[in-house]
Each structure stands twice: as C-alpha cells, then as structure tokens.
C-alpha cells in the first residue's frame, strides 16, 4: 500500500504561519507537520509512506497519482486545505482518509471525507486498518479509550521530511491538562488525566531528530507540560546529560501554565535542561474573568515579578490573550496592555473568543440561547465566525471588534513593541548553553544580515533597531542575539497586525451596518407608534 499523507497550508497570517521570519531565516515553512509523521510511525511497516507539506511542498498531480490513499485533516484553520486536498484526490480515483483535532470535534464538516478517523490514532488507527482489509470503502472510526503514552506512543517518522524547510521542530511528551478553563476543548479531546511519556521514550525522540539533522529550536507541544509538575520534573533532570552528551544541539520551548515561575525546583530544571521559551496563556488581566472562565490557577500569579524570574532563568514568555469574555469592560483592553508592557513580554498572540464545539463555553451559550446560527460553520464555512465571537455577546460586537484593533495596533507599533523588546533584553540573563556547527555560524550570518537589511534600513525601524542593538551591546551584550531575533519577530509581527487589523475592520463595518439598520428599524417602529 502506498499512501501520502498531506499537511493542507495554513492561511498566511495564522498563529502557525511565521511566513516573514520563514523569508529571513531561509525555511520555508515554521514547523514540521508532528500529527502525521506520528500517523507514519503507527501505520504498517511493509507500506510505503511519504508525508508532504503543503505550506512547504506544492502538491503535484503526481504526487496523488503515486499513492493507493491519500490521508489529510489537521486544525480549523486548515478546513479549506483538505477540502481541496480532498477533492483533488477524488478527481484522480483516489481514496481519502481524515483526521486530527478538527474533524474530531466537528466532523459533521467533513461528509466528503471516505474514512474518518476520529480521536487519537493510537487507538483509531487499528480498526480504520482493519475495516480497509476487510475491502470496506468508507466508515468512521473513534475510540473513547485515553491510550497511555507509555505503551502505546510511537517515535515518530522525523525522516520523512526535510530539516532545511522548517524553523524549528516539534516533540511531544505529554497529553492532556488538569485544568478545564470555559473556553479549551484539550479535555475533551485529550482529558485532565496527565499522560506522560517517559523520560527514555523523550531521549529516544530527541535522538531521532538529531539523527535527522536538525539542530536548534525543538518545541514541545504539549497543552501544558508541567500538567504533571512530579513527572515533568523528573524529564527534566535527565536532560541535561543528553544535552551534554550531544554537544548541546537542542533550546527547548514548551506551554506551560502560568504558576510554573512559583515552582524553584521546576524553574531550575527548565533552565539546566536548556529552555529559552515558554508560551502561557494569561488570556486576561482582570481576576473576575479568570474566576468566571474557570482559569483560577492565573488568579494569584504575580505576572510582573514572575516573568522577571522566568527572564532571570534565562527564559523568555509568549502570551496568550483573549477579547470578548462575558466579563469585559471598556477598561480591558488598556489593563491588559498595561500589564503585557509591565510584565516586559514582547510578543503575544491575540485572539477573539470562539466557542468551539465540546467545551464547556460552547455547552454553556447553548443553554442560554446564545449561539449564533452555525450552519455555515458546521459546513465548513468559517468566514465570519472563524474571526471569532460566533455568539451573542453581552457588549456590543462593535465595542469588542475596536478593543481587538486596538490593543493589537497597539501593542505592535513600533515604539511600543521596541521598548518591550529593550525592557525585556535588560532583564534577561543568558543561561542556555550551544555547541554551534559550522552551518549555523553561517545560518547567523545570515540572519543578522537579513534583520540589519530590513529593520536597520527601513525608515519605520532603522532608529529603533539600532539604538536597541546598541544599547544591549553595552548593558547586556549576553542578549544581543535575543535583540536580533525580536527585531525579526517585529518584522513579522507587525505585518501581521496590519492584515488583522485591516480585516477586522471589514467585519466592524459589516456589524455596524447592523447596528444601524437596527437603530433604524426602531426608529421607525417608534415614529409608527407616535403617529397612531
């Protein structure tokens, strides 16, 4: 059996697309796709499998001409991908299966897809193969069962993509998370119950991407990987020495909860085992909406002295916030950035609420009447509700969509996001340990002189760049590098918040025009009223 499983792109200003930092490193695309070389390892040793990337590969013709199956899914963002992936393959005779995290949750989407294979492959994955035995052309396949990661977890296939087309590579050493905030679907999908790999399993992982010729940045990408603070601990202190044993190739990066700088002897093993990033989600700054959101281990963390550690530890925080919580005032959006530019944290994904199918948000706007009809996004299509806010809000969408534009313009202006990269810069003290190969000395080369060529030169940044490079050459030269690497981010960032911008205010438009018609409409009711 042949079978190709293809990775379906990602839109180009999506969280999982870093297209502008891809252009000055010289990747082509942020990540490997880990959900399918994972899929590769669980299936059958005597099939021939490729696994191709479509935010890095194009699809040819022949490509699908080559395999028996074509399999394809992933996240939300990727629907319109695998649809086309799909329908491709189904003009060419071909059969396709589908899975990951978004038809899982809402695979009523997906009636196009020939299997469905629902939840976790290790335990799907074998009955979808033994229906394709018994010669059977279509079904759906889904497990309650949780499969412990000690038996059942597989290393995955990092051969069958090519290291030079990725900015970093991901792992996994851990599923599910103890907390169950409103708005999450990991425990409906992967549970509270902590399952976690062993430390040998990890070794054996991390062996395999070095064996594939990666070096550099490998995120972890558990939902929360102090989920099991006694187990993560005990990963943590077996890392160092293969580090060392291997000359250092790897930084971790890791989500980890926001508690995780209350923790000593947690944040010293994060920093011996070579962390350089964690990403929280703080999601608000106001302690009501934690509460009322169910994110109560946030509710006492002390952001400003905490991130001050995490730097002191030589860790650096990306921040998770949400707009359109129930409990949002007009005041939100200057608290929260207040608190971003107080608690030196230079890069943050922003988002608008979304109740997704399965969380306990979703099941609670039900109840209450409050869901938006989601016929289209039941069927696949997600524009206007894939922006978010697919539900009756308590504040006007109008008010919530200009706080959005707001603390986005905001945040990544260039006087602002350069004073939080300075800030951040000074208090951060360099404790990861590299031994670098000759090809990234060259790698560095070139990405100091592609940041210098396009921040240094550009009116809007030459300023800021330069006088943040200076300044940390003097004050803190151990950050320079870190200096370098939030001006590319800026480069990026920034061009993304103009397109989120620009399109948010198209859909402001769309709901004022509502609004109007509506204000409207009761003038007229009240004019009729007046005249009988």
Known sequence: MK????????????????????????????????????????LPSDWEIRVLDQNATKLEDKDIDWADIIGTGGMMGQYDGAKEVARRAHERGKRVVVGG??????????????YLVLGEAEVTIKPFLEALARGETGGRFEHTDRPDMTTHAVVPRYDLVDP???LFYLAQYSRGCPYFCDFCEIPSLMGQKMRCKTPEQVHRELDAILKSGFVGRVEFVDDNFIGDKRQTKQLLATLPEWQKRNRYPFVFSCQASCNVAAD???????????????????????????RAIRKNQNVHVPYVKANEKILAHGMIVTAGFIVGFDQDTDDSVDSAIHLITR??????MLSRLFAIPGTPLH??????????????????????TAIGLNFRTLRPKTAILRDYIKIVETLYSVDAYYGRALTCCLNFRRSAKRVFRAKEYLLMARIFAQVCRRAGLKKLTRRHYWRLLATVAIKNFGAIDLAVGFSACFEHFHEQAQYVARTTREVLEHYEALEAEAARQDQESVSALAAS
């Open 3 to 42: 079978c190709l499983l293809v990775n379906p792109q990602f839109p180009p200003y999506s969280f999982s697309n870093h297209h502008v930092l891809c252009e000055i490193w010289g990747a082509r695309y942020t990540a490997p796709p880990l959900g399918l070389l994972t899929v590769a390892a669980l």
């Open 101 to 114: 995290p978004d038809p899982t949750v809402r695979h009523n989407a997906y009636p196009w897809a020939d």
């Open 164 to 166: 030079s087309h990725y």
């Open 264 to 290: 000593d002897e947690l944040m010293r093993g994060l920093k011996e085992a070579n962390f350089g990033q964690l990403f929280q989600g703080i999601e608000s700054g106001d302690k009501d909406t934690l």
């Open 343 to 348: 608690s030196h944290i230079v890069n943050v």
């Open 363 to 384: 099941a609670r706007l039900q109840s209450e009447g409050r869901l938006e009809d989601l016929r289209e996004y039941e069927t696949g299509k997600l524009e206007p």
